[in-house]
């Protein structure tokens, strides 16, 4: 299994925009705070994760209806769905020139309730001291999801189940991916969007 960057242009994966608005106040402050407690780059990387995965909530798992998006929306709100978590990791991690991107899985949603396949979101970063990308899930863990920072053995919060019709993608995309965005902006809320999750990406159109 290797991660691979759809592109070799490495500025993409350090870029700002509206939604990874890492320029934000909040996520200046919140970087800096963290990178002043970090000994070298890859243990910001590590106190990046660890905050975005235990201190900023799932949505779903404190039944919180608001979508948030933006990076900042996020770190503002305490709490964002696995796409949004993923924004907010990329954002403190770029501020620091530190490339990261995203990655997606298709998923069932819920074995017993909604046996539906959805994609899950999640993030692709290059640990310069490894010379490797590798993939970091901050979804948030809970009873069964067990995900960790391991730059030599992948631990996310979801193993892959080929035969339920599950995917990996191990490209790291520069950019969150349009369909998603699109889904999240159109959806007033987050019950509304649990209705209309993504089936399909941009990138694989």
């Given amino acids: 299994m290797k991660i691979k960057p759809l592109t070799e242009h490495i500025e993409e994966y350090i870029k700002e925009d509206e939604i990874i608005d890492y320029s934000n106040e909040m996520i200046v402050k919140l970087a800096e705070e963290l990178y002043e407690q970090s000994g070298n780059e890859t ?11 235990d201190h900023i909530s799932h949505s779903a798992d404190i039944n919180e209806d608001i979508i948030t998006c933006s990076a900042s929306e996020v770190l503002k709100e305490g709490h964002g769905i696995c796409f949004a978590k993923s924004h907010l990791l990329a954002a403190l991690l770029r501020y620091k020139s530190i490339p ?7 998923l069932i949603l819920d074995d017993e309730t909604a046996p539906v396949l959805i994609y899950h979101g999640l993030n692709g970063v290059y640990m310069k001291e490894y010379e490797k990308w590798i993939r970091l899930d901050a979804r948030g863990n809970k009873e069964g999801v067990d995900a960790q920072f391991s730059p030599d053995k992948e631990q996310l919060a979801f193993p892959i189940r080929p035969e339920m019709g599950e995917k990996d993608d191990l490209t790291v995309y520069p950019n969150p ?28 159109s």
């Fill in 43 to 53: 243990e910001y990387i590590r106190a990046v994760y660890e905050y975005v995965r």
């Fill in 100 to 106: 990261t991107g995203f990655c997606y899985q298709k």
């Fill in 177 to 204: 991916d349009v369909k998603v965005l699109e889904k999240m902006r159109r959806n007033k809320t987050r019950t509304n969007l649990w209705d209309d999750l993504p089936t399909e990406l941009g990138y694989h």
